[in-house]
């Protein structure tokens, strides 16, 4: 975990949830300030007390020993708890019960451990029995806990005692679980302690200190388990953080029909519609509910069973919604008809929720425009622009599930997560099929294009991970069965095999058998009105990258504000061109040269024609040809001719990214430039003609490294764009896409009127690597191993190609202060590097077109950090 250990807890590592303590979310973990947040509001929450991430750090950097002081202050808030309670912990009368769950500052659903009813043993479970005249109970929450501790302490595989359990069910004719009696689950026990100790080689512990000190220890390496690195890797959420251990007083929701626990949303999670959104479970612990193994009753079965405390759930759901001011996620337990909340936090929730409930509770009066914004994440507005399944198809549904995640995805099938990773990294789109998943599955949750669980609800882990990670799920879906040693599925009497192709819709629970057509979705009214709230708020320009007209009217509807890239080799390679541009390159001289552009010429016009149509009123930047001549020519050895295999011979390179390409091509063959910049006039006098309207029109120079090379290209373009028309206005810049440039730019700058920073050639040519050779081979390993934080071709990096595009911004506006300064590498679609090109002061960004709806979320949210509002982060 690194050379970490900053405390925040004063020298404490223990704190009561009554005690005040000033570290806050970082240092109690979101669960822990959750109920220590709760209990000072006077909601019903059972006594407990919290162990910091300090203590984990100063664990991790320990050698994995707990530090000098936490035990005698365990110990110490172990005797206050006994007092609360009136119950001591390890009697073997009337025990004092506690879970152990974890709480990092930043929600990781599923990826840490909880241990439930730690302090029971072969005596105590005969005592809390006849303490509660209910001896299946006991003997319910006894194996629960061995099965617990033997997963999360000792790490025995969960199939184990799954096998276990039903194989006891089926020799009793039992369907559920709670159809054993009591003398079923002692055989049960008994079965459990014998599986720990054959895995273990030592009896179940019975000493209740022992188990508790040895849960905490299991805890804390949690954060440092592969699944929960996986996760923290696709979430940014940085390593050093560590856990915090809630110990808590366990309220049972296993004691019969008047007891149960649940999970409660204050507005659907989904949709973000106001109401009552939930799951309730009866005669049931928590973690059956949230790890899936019993499919739950919709939260409105709870109204009819328990209506005093359904009624006291409602109004303290109100409360917790309106002191936090966002959506809320709620865990609960209601024992013997008595309510108890066990943990709040903010609500995972799907894109289309994150925006209903923002523009909801703005309407209400709960938060500002401004923290509507704020609190909005751009990544997760991709959700919005995923496929779902063509309305006019005529479906043939195999089965249905839950409809735990929107979206549609089509895919082949796998039936586990290392071949859903492998394929899915392979580019395949696959669909991974599970009985349920589990944290162990995060990295082929990760590459799989869709879900499909047969088992948990909507609140079980498969719902919670793919809604935060915008893919579809349908989960519960009882018409579906699995053989995992044969690889075949049966969904609603298909028998299918893995590989077979499938289709879910997350927003129906429907599943279809083989492949159907998507759509892309519709931009709902309130993306809109975010969307139109962050424009108001942003000072950044955002354009799009666009080659066509159509790319064009796409990145319009998306609400670009002009083209910060277009790339004109596109046009040329398209097929009806393709020949002549072949014949320019085969030229024997510059005469030749020039008739076969002369034939191009109408072709490039045409293009930019359509392209100023779509792009109405609104720059467009215009980048001349960039790649060498040689990548329009085929293979050699599909060459047919000689002359053709002459000339591929004459044009290799062994480097030819940096070789003669870009503006270096301009000036040794500046007829082709000349061509280029005669079509972009020729097409804005010809629109204007049309609509009365002229183009805003940017000709761009790519990978300009002297000032001279511009200097000389500024001084055709003006010649050849006067020749055509002496009242089109136009504007000749270059694209920064050199180490050089950056650091020469007050020269460049004299011969430019705008610079666009090309960050992914930009990035190669400072990090001195070649994406398509670092991707997918040493880039990756870097990645894995921490040699690199982030991918720099995803995100900018600051500090090195950042720094070189501060000196260019301070050089080239020291030159000539009104210098337009814009982005086009992708970076410019990426929050964090958008809130970088913010703080530099650049004028526009510009990214795909499908990016553009991030980009302008992300610039408002980089002017609102700027002065002060960020994102208000939920309960814990």
Known sequence: MGDFCVMRGNGRFVFGFDEPSEGGRELLGGKGIGLAEMTQLGVPVPAGFTITTDACRAYMQNGKQLPDGLEPEIEQHLDALEQTTGKRFGDSADPLLVSVRSGAAVSMPGMMDTILNLGLNDDAVEGLGRSTDNPRFACDSYRRLIQMYGEVVEGIDAHRFESALSDLKTDRGAQQDVELDANDLRDLIVTYKQIYEEETGSPFPQDAREQLTRAVQAVFESWDTPRAQVYRRAHRIPDDLGTAVNVVQMVFGNKGAASGTGVAFTRDPSTGESGLFGEFLADAQGEDVVAGIRTPEPIEAMQKQLPEAFDQLLATMRRLEEHYRDMQDIEFTVEDGRLYLLQTRSAKRTAAAALKAAVSMTEEGLISREEAVARIDPDQLDQLLHPRIDPTTKLDVAVRGLNASPGAASGKIV?????????????????????????????????????????????????????GMGKPCVAGCEGLTIDLESRTLNIGGHQLAEGDMLT????????????????????????????????????????????????????????????GLCRTEHMFMAEDRLPVVREMILAGGEDERRTALAKLLPHQQADFEGIFEAMAGLPVTIRLLDPPLHEFLPPLEEAKDERMRERIKALHETNPMLGTRGCRLGLLWPEIYEMQVRAIIRAAVAVEERTGEAPVVEIMHPLVGFAEELHRLRAITVATANEESETVEYLVGTMIELPRACIRADEIAAYADFFSFGTNDLTQTTMGLSRDDAEGKFLTRYLEDGVLERNPFETLDQGGVGDLMRIAVERGRGVKEALKLGICGEHGGEPESVAFCHGLGLDYVSCSPYRVPLARLAAAQAALKESGVEAVAGGG
Do not use: C, Y
């Not at 294009?449 to 609800?457: K, R, V």
């Open 504 to 563: 879910i819709d997350g927003g129906t629970g429907e599943v279809i058998v083989g492949e159907v057509p998507l759509v892309p979705p519709q931009i709902n009214e309130d993306f809109e009105t975010i969307l139109g709230w962050a424009d108001s708020l942003r000072r950044l320009k955002v354009r799009a990258n666009a080659d066509t007209p159509e790319d064009a009217a796409k990145a319009r509807e998306f609400g670009a504000e002009g083209i």
């Open 415 to 467: 039936l586990d997560a290392d071949l859903a990773e492998e394929r899915g990294l392979a580019g395949e789109s696959v669909i991974l099929v599970r009985w349920e998943t589990t944290p162990d599955d995060i990295h082929g949750l990760i590459q799989a294009s869709g879900i499909l669980t047969a088992h948990g609800g909507m609140t079980s882990h498969a719902a919670v991970v793919a809604r």
